[in-house]
């Protein structure tokens, strides 16, 4: 072999060598920068997330307060955030509709002694002291809930605690469409607040059959509807009847039509 023949062979051998080496350079740094936005993602979704921990139910006070034990054993008050339910023990409020209902399926879903996840908001407190928080039961969110059920309005509202604003918001739009709970009286749940003055009790009718312990609720709603509810149904809980019935024969020939639900 000659010497440019040599000196072509080790020409050869140095470009490919250095060939490779870029190549595995830019795979090594393509592999870096994967790595590194991986772990960015991951850090924007545990922001979004928030942070949460568990606590021991104490009380439910009403609709929208609880009493919790942190796991240091101290006890707070927490107020839900972004909901108002009906009063039932306000001081200088009379029991408003639908606040018993509010306060009893809270206090099914969070009896005394049971767990709870706690989400606190931004500043965490209310001017009364009381942590200011998001709850979740089996990975559901007790705020969303009390919505879903027409048993709370979304209320105050304050930046910077608006992270799940529009989600509540959209699930109230949608009880306010199928008028139940607090929806099912006319102007009675307002941006203000409830309306005090149909906080008397609402007077039922004597039942219409012959039973003496009628079961379906009637129900007129805002639009003049007239809905009966059975034990079974989604509603039945939370309507406040107008008329009781014993049979639903008897409520379809008052006029009255199955709720869908």
Same mark, same amino acid.
């Given at each position: ?21 870029? /190549? ?8 870096? &920068?994967? +790595?590194?936005?991986?772990?960015? *993602?991951?850090?924007?979704? &545990? ?8 606590? *021991?139910?104490? @009380?439910?006070?009403?609709?929208? /307060?609880?009493? +919790? ?31 018993? *209902? ?40 007790? &705020?969303?809930?009390?919505?879903? @059920? ?36 006319? &102007? ?12 008397? *009790?609402?007077?039922?009718? @004597? ?12 129900? +007129? ?16 809980? +939370? ?23």
């Amino acid at each position: 072999m000659n010497g440019n023949s040599l000196l072509h062979s080790y020409l050869n051998v140095f470009l490919l060598t250095a060939l490779c080496l870029i /190549t595995l350079s830019g795979c090594q740094a393509a592999s870096d &920068n994967q +790595i590194n936005q991986s772990k960015q *993602e991951d850090s924007i979704s &545990n922001e979004e997330k928030g942070k949460t921990f568990t606590a *021991e139910i104490i @009380k439910v006070v009403d609709g929208d /307060t609880v009493k +919790i034990k942190m796991a240091n054993g101290n006890e707070e008050t927490v107020r839900l955030l972004l909901v108002d339910t009906p009063e039932t023990v306000h001081p200088s409020k009379p029991v408003q509709p639908f606040g018993p *209902e509010a306060s009893k399926f809270a206090k099914e879903l969070m009896p005394a002694g049971s767990e709870v996840e706690v989400e606190t908001g931004i500043g965490e407190r209310d001017k009364y002291g009381r942590l200011l928080a998001y709850f979740y039961v089996d990975g559901k969110m007790v &705020n969303k809930l009390l919505l879903e @059920k027409g048993l709370a309005r979304v209320a105050y509202v304050y930046a910077p605690n608006t992270k799940y604003l529009d989600e509540l918001e959209d699930i109230q739009k949608q009880a306010q469409r199928d008028e139940i709970g607090i929806w099912s009286l006319e &102007n009675y749940a307002t941006s203000n607040g409830f309306d005090d003055s149909q906080s008397k *009790e609402v007077s039922v009718e @004597k039942p219409t059959g012959s039973c003496s312990n009628p079961e379906i609720k009637g129900n +007129i709603n805002s639009k003049g509807n007239k809905i009966y509810h059975i034990p079974s149904g989604q509603y039945y809980e +939370i309507t406040k009847p107008e008329e009781m019935f014993c049979t639903e024969q008897d409520a379809q020939d008052a006029g009255f039509r199955k709720s869908q639900s």
